[in-house]
């Protein structure tokens, strides 16, 4: 059992910035997947940047340029840095880990397979 614990959710306006961590109670297993996905009330869940125990990142074409996925191995944490945020990016965010490396570690696909995620940290934007 992984325990993932998001925190740095906040309000802020656009334009401005937040860095969401994801601290896991165990180290992940020898090969994985940990990323971050969102939901916004109404709509599907949808992934936003993925990174794998050989440090590959990817990212959804709505969030390049702007978020920033990174891990800190020694302390177990996972990062999200947001950006120039806009009003459309208001959503629950999730961090979550796949266990092993599979075809679905990519931001387009990692909702689809994931072994383990947290409880969410709100991000609101207002224009």
């Known amino acids: 059992q992984v325990q993932l614990v998001e925190s740095g959710g906040d309000s802020v306006q656009t334009g401005g910035s937040l860095r969401l961590s994801c601290a896991a109670s165990r180290n992940p297993y020898s090969s994985y997947c940990m990323g971050w996905f969102r939901q916004a009330p109404g709509k599907e869940r949808e992934g936003v940047a993925t990174v794998d125990s050989g440090s590959t990142t990817t990212y959804a074409d709505s969030v390049k340029g702007r978020f920033t996925i990174s891990k800190d191995n020694a302390k177990i944490t996972l990062y999200l840095q947001m950006d120039s945020l806009k009003p459309e990016d208001t959503a629950m965010y999730y961090c979550?880990?796949?266990?092993?490396?599979?075809?679905?570690?990519?931001?387009?696909?990692?909702?689809?397979?994931?072994?383990?995620r947290g409880q969410g940290t709100q991000v609101t934007v207002s224009s």
């Open positions: 979550a880990l796949q266990i092993g490396l599979t075809s679905y570690c990519n931001a387009q696909e990692f909702t689809r397979a994931y072994n383990y």
